[in-house]
């Protein structure tokens, strides 16, 4: 039997990973430390929510960098689907391959879904928040995907009217 691994939460560190992204370079977690991350879960590439959530994110992606955001996205899916995702959507920020589940499982974001009345298991849509020293500062469990950015620029304290705006027009 598996064991249950439980979500970090707000106040802990984030634990620490590596992953291939769509061009096959090695991201690590602890590369980003001294910036922000949205490191963010998704189900499945190219599915309607998903697609919502990534255009949300690549829309908005030059004011979360000018806010020293970076964005990190994590799915099942492999290198080559990740590829085609970001190359059909021009997602500009690295999509990790996760196909052995050891970063989800990492996180506690795999588990029983529920879609339409049918169970299987799968990736629960969340987002975690780093700071710069490495600890989780809020967890999206459902983010909004079609105003995830600027979900992520309030929880960071980092909105103001310009932004808000900004990222509402998007």
């Not at 249950?4 to 939460?9: D, G, I, K, L, Q």
């Not at 492999?78 to 996760?98: I, M, N, T």
């Not at 992520?152 to 304290?157: S, Y």
Request: proline share 4%; glycine share 8%.
């Amino acid at each position: 039997m598996a064991e249950t691994v439980t979500m970090p939460e707000k106040g802990q560190l984030a634990p620490d990973f590596e992953g291939r992204t769509q061009d096959g370079s090695t991201v690590r977690l602890s590369d980003y430390r001294g910036r922000k991350v949205a490191l963010y879960f998704y189900p499945k590439d190219d599915t309607p929510g998903c697609t919502k959530q990534g255009c949300n994110l690549r829309d908005n992606y030059s004011l979360l960098l000018s806010k020293d955001i970076a964005v990190i996205g994590v799915s099942a899916d492999d290198e080559e689907s990740h590829k085609a995702f970001a190359d059909k959507y021009s997602l500009p920020f690295p999509l990790l391959a996760d196909t052995d589940k050891h970063i989800v499982n990492e996180y506690g974001v795999w588990g029983e879904r529920n879609l339409y009345g049918n169970k299987f298991m799968g990736i629960k849509r969340t987002t975690f928040l780093i700071d710069e020293e490495g600890r989780i500062v809020h967890v999206f469990k459902r983010p909004n995907v079609e105003d995830h950015a600027g979900e992520i620029l309030r929880k960071f304290g980092l909105a103001d009217s310009s932004t808000e705006q900004s990222a509402a027009k998007k």
